[in-house]
């Protein structure tokens, strides 16, 4: 059986002589975290660009700490590209943009399933076209497993 994280986290604290809340911690995991490449391909917005920011306390050409992930999340480097892609393709073929072209509209929900495979879990049969409830309160996913079984997320 894995270690809790409260486990994991007591164990480096008690390795590096420190309180587990302390930023030699945190840099610590920051350090070894194996998906820490993937941070290049997202624009963190500067501490100045966003309100309100009092400069005076903060360095403003810092990148700010961003714990927004359950809404836009942060954007991602190749998100303009693929969007003036689209909006060229539109502007050039306009509906039939929906069936032709490297990415039709049509079946985007296609093209996603195995990509989100790689994402989210290990087989693509997995990844199908799932329904998604959102209120002001909560989100709820609803999937159907490989086995059949249903399954439901719910966020509070």
Same mark, same amino acid.
């Given at each position: 059986? /894995?270690?809790?994280?409260?486990?994991?986290? /007591?164990?480096?604290?008690?390795?590096?002589?420190?309180?587990?809340?302390? $930023?030699?911690?945190? $840099?610590?995991?920051?350090?070894?975290?194996?998906?820490?490449?993937?941070?290049?391909?997202?624009?963190?917005?500067?501490?100045?660009?966003? #309100?309100?920011?009092?400069?005076?306390?903060?360095?403003?050409? /810092?990148?700010?700490?961003?714990?927004?992930?359950?809404?836009?999340?942060?954007?991602?480097?190749?998100?303009?590209?693929?969007?003036?892609?689209?909006?060229?393709?539109?502007?050039?073929?306009?509906?039939?943009?929906?069936?032709?072209?490297?990415? #039709?509209?049509?079946?985007?929900?296609?093209?996603?399933?195995?990509?989100?495979?790689?994402?989210?879990?290990? @087989?693509?049969?997995?990844? /199908? #076209?799932?329904?998604?409830?959102?209120?002001?309160? @909560?989100?709820?996913?609803?999937?159907?497993?490989?086995?059949?079984?249903?399954?439901?997320?719910?966020?509070?």
């Amino acid at each position: 059986m /894995q270690p809790s994280y409260i486990e994991v986290v /007591q164990r480096v604290s008690a390795s590096l002589g420190c309180s587990p809340t302390s $930023a030699q911690v945190a $840099a610590y995991f920051d350090k070894h975290d194996k998906l820490r490449h993937l941070r290049d391909q997202f624009l963190v917005p500067k501490i100045a660009d966003l #309100p309100p920011s009092d400069l005076s306390l903060v360095d403003g050409t /810092q990148e700010c700490i961003y714990l927004a992930g359950n809404s836009l999340g942060l954007q991602p480097k190749m998100a303009q590209k693929y969007l003036e892609e689209e909006l060229e393709k539109w502007a050039k073929m306009g509906v039939h943009g929906h069936t032709l072209g490297s990415r #039709p509209w049509a079946w985007a929900e296609e093209n996603i399933e195995g990509l989100m495979a790689n994402v989210v879990v290990s @087989s693509h049969d997995v990844a /199908q #076209p799932q329904v998604k409830c959102c209120s002001d309160k @909560s989100s709820c996913h609803v999937g159907q497993l490989e086995n059949k079984k249903k399954s439901v997320l719910v966020e509070y």
